[in-house]
């Protein structure tokens, strides 16, 4: 879909995430599901409404060619679209993912940790120092965020 | 948004159950889906809401500017805290089977902390950055 309105395009991203915390929702990863619901569907869409109050809702049509945009944009379809044959089934026993690593979290995720839901357990304790990173770049992202805005109002 | 009756009631009716649930998320996430991550942003877009109806100036007088840069800090510093407390009882950064009696209840123990505390810095991060771009207007 094209479109040179902003406003349809945030919409359209939107309800695009919704049917991907649908799908989520279908293939039963319940945390991931509520992560694109919540981020993806809520907070992402007030984000970029609140970003279109400083700019046009219609976008001018660009000076620049669009052809070697749409080459890059058809290439990189191509080739996203042959690696997709790299990727196991889903559910598939034998690939690299459900393989040792997964077993041991299935086994003893509840006996070490003493909690049901094993996402959380890999989440916050045996990939603590990942979420730690992620923590880190959310609070990266939010400074920076400050940072530039608070410039341009201290130019104008 | 102001005179808009039907929008303010319902946000009104709303709000409270949406930063219930974000809690929930938050305090159960180990029992059921979600977890830090999730009830930080849902726990925010119900702020937000509240805001994007009642103006930003109501909002602020709960939670000003500062305040949420502090907690967004604090945040973070929390979870650093458990993994250098890891330390302090003899174990890895991060390790938090010495927090409690057991293993099990220092895993447990150790989880809620560091879950509480990414929830900390993301809602407060979604909140900041929600007022950065609705209060410091570019005057075009």
Same mark, same amino acid.
């Given at each position: 879909?094209?479109?040179? &309105? ?68 058809? +290439?990189?379809?191509?080739? +996203? ?10 559910? /598939? ?16 995720? &509840? ?5 049901? &839901?094993?996402?959380?357990?890999? +989440? ?8 730690l990173? /992620?923590v880190v ?13 608070? &410039? ?5 | 948004?102001? #005179? ?15 930063? =219930? ?8 996430? @180990? ?6 991550? #999730? ?10 809401? $509240? ?8 909002? @602020? ?15 973070i510093f929390l979870y650093i805290f458990v993994g250098l407390l ?7 950064y991060l390790? $938090?089977? =010495? ?7 220092? #895993?447990?123990?150790?989880?809620? =902390?560091v879950?509480?505390g ?12 929600? $007022? ?9």
């Amino acid at each position: 879909m094209i479109t040179r &309105n902003l406003f349809a395009a945030i919409m359209s991203t939107t309800i695009f995430s919704l049917l991907c915390a649908l799908i989520f929702l279908l293939m039963d990863g319940v945390d991931v599901s509520l992560t694109e619901a919540a981020v993806g569907a809520g907070i992402s869409t007030i984000l970029y409404l609140s970003a279109l109050k400083h700019t046009h809702i219609i976008i001018k049509p660009s000076k620049h060619a669009a052809a070697p945009l749409v080459v890059i944009f058809i +290439l990189m379809l191509i080739l +996203l679209g042959a690696m997709t044959y790299d990727i196991p089934n889903v559910g /598939e026993p034998n690939s690299a993912s459900n393989s040792r690593v997964t077993q041991h979290y299935i086994d003893r995720s &509840n006996k070490e940790m003493g909690i049901p &839901n094993m996402v959380t357990s890999i +989440l916050a304790s045996y990939r603590g120092f990942d979420t730690l990173g /992620e923590v880190v770049v959310i609070f990266i992202a939010g400074i920076s965020v400050i940072g530039i805005l608070r &410039n341009k109002k201290a130019k104008s | 948004m102001k #005179q808009h009756t039907i929008p303010r009631i319902i946000t009104k009716l709303i709000v409270p159950f949406i930063l =219930l649930f974000g809690l929930y998320v938050q305090f159960h996430g @180990e029992i059921s889906a979600g977890g830090g991550f #999730q009830a930080g942003v849902i726990f925010a877009s119900g702020f937000i809401l $509240y805001n994007v109806i009642f103006g930003i100036n109501v909002g @602020e007088k709960i939670l000003p500017i500062g305040l949420t840069i502090s907690i967004m800090a604090f945040g973070i510093f929390l979870y650093i805290f458990v993994g250098l407390l890891g330390i302090l009882m003899g174990g890895n950064y991060l390790d $938090y089977n =010495l927090l409690g009696e057991s293993k099990v209840q220092g #895993q447990i123990i150790g989880i809620f =902390l560091v879950e509480l505390g990414v929830g900390i810095t993301v809602s407060s991060v979604m909140i900041l950055i929600y $007022y950065s771009f609705n209060k410091f207007e570019d005057n075009k």
